[in-house]
């Protein structure tokens, strides 16, 4: 991500966003974690930086849960 920080502008944003997969959350969440890479950019903090690898880590794995559990009780209902 430092890197790629320096890029310009919305390219550098859709770069980093792009490779922690934000299309594959939620609403909210792939919100949330454009605005926190935002202010990556804007600052520069190795330390912001880690803690946007972990939360996107962590909400891409509960939306990949979620999408399995849906798709199992979408399957169940149809067999009714």
């Known amino acids: ?17 792009d490779r ?22 804007e600052t520069g903090d190795v330390k912001a930086a880690e803690e946007i690898l972990k939360r996107a880590a962590e909400r891409l794995t509960f939306w990949e849960r979620e999408s399995v559990r849906m798709s199992r009780e979408r399957g169940q209902r149809m067999r009714w």
Request: hydrophobic content about 45%; glycine content about 6%.
């Open 1 to 17: 991500m430092l890197a790629l920080r320096k890029e310009q502008g919305i390219e550098a944003l859709k770069t980093i966003t």
């Open 20 to 41: 922690l997969r934000v299309q594959d959350m939620g609403p909210a969440d792939h919100i949330y974690t454009k605005h926190e890479v935002k202010a990556f950019l």
